[in-house]
Each structure stands twice: as structure tokens, then as C-alpha cells.
């Protein structure tokens, strides 16, 4: 998915007060008559938890009532130095890639797709069957450490079983807990998790304390560490902890996603659709994908009016990095 922002906002990371929830604002996603996502990394509050260094939650978006039908469609855009983690919860979204990959994105599975030193992909939401109609899920990019963000564009797909853990069921899509693991390759020690709670689960999850966490909530009323989320509200804990408590408080299903990772030492520059380590970084990249250069390859197939994203200005000043607080 591509930050569609038609200006991006350059954030200045300084370490700041930290409370234990952050909350979404919303954008559009592919401009003016497109759907709108909200999105909780990264923030002024915090850049990163682990390497996951951006979230966008979207819908129940019902594409009978979308302009013309169309949902999602994101052209072809570029990425650098991170990977991109797709999750439905509904909804089919049919991703292509400048790798020569063309895949369909369904519910409880994982595409991620590394984009290394360079790639380009478009992603458009299915319109026709009955089970394309209401489009939900998340977007997620994991930052790549810098020995390995020059890395070959890759792809992964990986239908994680359900597992059955008290009053929840886990699917493990990234990472390692509760005896479920994903075989998935990541750069950095990540775990990626949703969990589905019947109403009343009390949860005291057994956790690596090495690992921040993060609760994103998608449906329901739950309560992390003692703290009520509002839908699509991102719950933190730092590292150091043995153990993460989510307990459901409605009287109906609750499902969540649960985010991991060691903290990620390096500072970054995140800036439209890349990540990179300098300014002069992200003018390169810029300027690359504006004159058409291999390091991001094309897109063969995609048939939307656009056939390729322009990238926004760049601001007048030098991007800085992005810190994340102390602990």
C-alpha cells in the first residue's frame, strides 16, 4: 500500500512522553474519492515498535457504496529499504509486482513482499463475488537494519492455521508464540499475530520479554494491560515484560493484532513510500522513480487510469530521522 498523502508530513522524532495508547487519525488512500484508512504508525508519540514502522487499518468499507464501484486502487509505486505485510479480514485485493509476482490477497493469509533495494507494485480490491463485497484488513511495513536493506526484491505467502488458546484462537502470520510459528522469513526477531477472543476471554499471554508489543484493535471491546482500546486504536508495552494481559469486556467477539520485535536501534528517515538512513537517501530514490530508473523495475498488467504514482515534492528542508522515545 502507498502513503498516498499529497504532502507528506515530515516529523521531527524527539524523544517526548510516551502515553500507553496511540490513536488513529485518518487519510485517504489514493486520493480525494478514494477510501479512507486509519493510521496509527508511525507518530510523533512513536516511529516504531520493533521494526513494524507503519499501520493503516481500513473498513468494513462496503464497495457497493465506494465511487463507481472501486474500492482499493492503488498504482503502481515504489518502495525501499522495508517489506509490506498484508492481512484481510475480508475482501480480496490483488497485488502485482515490478518481481514478476502476481497474487491475490485473502483472508488469514500473508503476502509480505520485500522490497529490498527497489521495488514497484499496484494493489485493487476485487469487486465481484460475494465474498469481495465489504473490504477490511490491515497494512503493515516492517523496516529493514541497514546491513540488509539493499537486499533482492522477494515475496512470501503463508496461511497460518488457527490455533485454539483458551477462549481465543491465534493465527500466527510472522514470528513465534504460544508453541505457533510462522515459517516466514523476517531481517529482525518480529512477531506478527491476530487473535480472535469470545466474549468475557481473559488472556494472560506468556510473551518474549525481549520484544515491544503492540495491540491494534479491529473489532470489539478489549482491554490491554488494563487500558480500554477504541476501534483501531494501537496499545504499546515496552520491553522487559514477561508477560501481555488482554481481556475482552463486551458481550461479543473481540479480534485483535498483535505487533512485536526487539526495539530497533538504527534511526531512519521515512519519507512518502521509502525508508532510507539520510536525506540525500530519499532524494535519490525520488528522483529514481521520477525518471523511470531500473532500481525499481514496472508493473505488467495493471489496467487503472494511472499507470504509475508521481511522488510529492520534497520539502524545503532536510528530512531528519525519526527516534523513537527512551524508554
Do not use: K
Not at 224 to 250: E, H, K, P, Y
Not at 277 to 284: C, E, L, M, N, Q
Amino acid at each position: 500500500m502507498s502513503n498516498t498523502d499529497p504532502v507528506p508530513a515530515e516529523v521531527a522524532c524527539a524523544p517526548s512522553p510516551f502515553t500507553s495508547v496511540l490513536h488513529p487519525r485518518e487519510v485517504p488512500l489514493g486520493g480525494p474519492r478514494a477510501i479512507r484508512v486509519r493510521r496509527t504508525l508511525p507518530q510523533r508519540e512513536r516511529s516504531l515498535i520493533g521494526a513494524w514502522c507503519f499501520a493503516d487499518h481500513y473498513g468494513p468499507h462496503d464497495l457497493r457504496s465506494s465511487p463507481g464501484g472501486t474500492g482499493m486502487d492503488v498504482p503502481p509505486h515504489p518502495h525501499t529499504g522495508l517489506q509490506t505485510v498484508s492481512w484481510l479480514f475480508s475482501g480480496e485485493i490483488e497485488h502485482r509486482d515490478s518481481a514478476g509476482v502476481h497474487a491475490m490477497v485473502r483472508p488469514g493469509e500473508l503476502n509480505l513482499m520485500t522490497a529490498g533495494a527497489g521495488i514497484c507494485h499496484s494493489e485493487v480490491s476485487v469487486i465481484s463475488g460475494p465474498a469481495a463485497t465489504v473490504l477490511h484488513g490491515v497494512q503493515l511495513w516492517v523496516a529493514l537494519p541497514d546491513a540488509d536493506r539493499d537486499t533482492d526484491r522477494d515475496f512470501a505467502h503463508f496461511a497460518p492455521p488457527p490455533q485454539s488458546l483458551g477462549d481465543a484462537t491465534l493465527r500466527v502470520f510472522l514470528g513465534e508464540l504460544a508453541g505457533a510459528r510462522s515459517p516466514v522469513h523476517t531481517f529482525t526477531p518480529l512477531l506478527g499475530a491476530q487473535l480472535d477472543l469470545d466474549p468475557g476471554a481473559d488472556l494472560s499471554l506468556d510473551i518474549d520479554r525481549r520484544f515491544e508489543h503492540g495491540v491494534l484493535l479491529d473489532q470489539g471491546s478489549v482491554d490491554v494491560a488494563g487500558t480500554t482500546l477504541d476501534i483501531a486504536d494501537l496499545a504499546f508495552q515496552q520491553a522487559g515484560c514477561d508477560q501481555l494481559s488482554i481481556v475482552n469486556r463486551g458481550d461479543e467477539p473481540a479480534r485483535v493484532l498483535l505487533l512485536g520485535g526487539t526495539p530497533f536501534p538504527e534511526q531512519l528517515i521515512m519519507w512518502w513510500n521509502f525508508v532510507g538512513r539520510s536525506h540525500d537517501d530519499i532524494a535519490t530514490y525520488r528522483r529514481q522513480w521520477q525518471d523511470r530508473d531500473d532500481r525499481f523495475g514496472s508493473v505488467v498488467g495493471y489496467t487503472g487510469s494511472t499507470t504509475r504514482l508521481p511522488a510529492p515534492p520534497l520539502p524545503n528542508g532536510r528530512l531528519r530521522p525519526r527516534a523513537n522515545p527512551a524508554p
